[in-house]
């Protein structure tokens, strides 16, 4: 069965400092994968996404996340961390196999201090 | 309208009620999907329309759940006899084209609806 591991629940970082959330991912095929953040009071807004190509990809907010086959690994991260990066994130996955079914990591909940 | 918009954001009922959720996707999108998810998990894919036709239903989790979209724009995701464990965040999102996550699709999601069963 498909799944998706972010072992990571919590994770507190200082405003300024970099940032790397884990995922990784149990798939039989060629996944898509996918890195969702959750403000609060906000939907799910999407960071970036891998398809095919090149495996450093980046996405909107500064973050980047490398695919790494080897490693069944999607992770992200950020160079610095700004006050505003304080949410929760959600690493997801589909494969053409599955269809438009995404499935979702146990997700992320950034903190970031002063 | 510019973004997914769902319907009530907060609902509070009481076990053995029915509730009905909406959601009105962004204008001129394809498909429409609903995901559950409770507190402190990522969301869990319940179902999905491409226009009118539910495509995938596999992941209600009992008959208790339906969903429909008759006109291929407003879907709503109606649960009878709630019970407690019904208790989660609905979302809905919506993609421009049919193939989901496939092919550089990208799905947007809209705010939620908080369902409380009481």
């Known amino acids: 069965a498909q799944s998706v591991t972010q072992p990571d629940i919590h994770i507190t970082v200082s405003e300024g400092a970099s940032l790397e959330l884990r995922c990784n991912y149990s798939?039989?095929?060629?996944?898509?994968l996918f890195w969702y953040v959750q403000s609060p009071g906000q939907g799910l807004q999407l960071l970036l996404k891998?398809?095919?190509?090149?495996?450093l990809v980046q996405g909107i907010k500064g973050f980047e996340a490398e695919f790494k086959r080897s490693q069944s690994s999607f992770n992200l991260r950020k160079p610095s961390v700004h006050w505003s990066d304080a949410a929760e994130y959600f690493c997801?996955?589909?494969?053409?196999?599955?269809?438009?079914?995404?499935?979702f990591g146990g997700g992320t909940r950034v903190l970031v201090k002063p | 309208g510019a973004g997914v918009s769902q319907s009530p954001r907060y609902k509070v009922t009481k076990r053995g009620q029915d509730v009905a959720l909406r959601c009105d996707p962004i204008?001129?999108?394809?498909?429409l999907y609903w995901y559950r998810q409770a507190l402190g998990q990522g969301p869990e894919f319940l179902t999905y329309?491409?226009?009118?036709?539910?495509?995938?239903k596999s992941g209600l989790p009992n008959d208790r759940f339906s969903a429909e979209r008759p006109e291929g724009s407003i879907s709503t995701l109606t649960i009878q006899r709630t019970e407690q464990r019904d208790s989660a965040m609905y979302r809905c999102?919506?993609?421009?084209?049919?193939?989901?996550?496939?092919?550089?699709?990208?799905?947007?999601f809209g705010e939620g609806s908080w369902l409380t069963v009481v």
């Open positions: 999102a919506s993609s421009p084209r049919t193939g989901g996550g496939l092919s550089g699709n990208t799905i947007y």
């Open positions: 798939y039989g095929a060629t996944p898509y």
């Open positions: 891998y398809f095919s190509g090149d495996t």
């Open positions: 997801a996955v589909s494969t053409k196999a599955a269809g438009n079914k995404l499935t």
């Open positions: 204008s001129g999108h394809v498909s």
């Open positions: 329309f491409n226009y009118e036709a539910q495509q995938d």
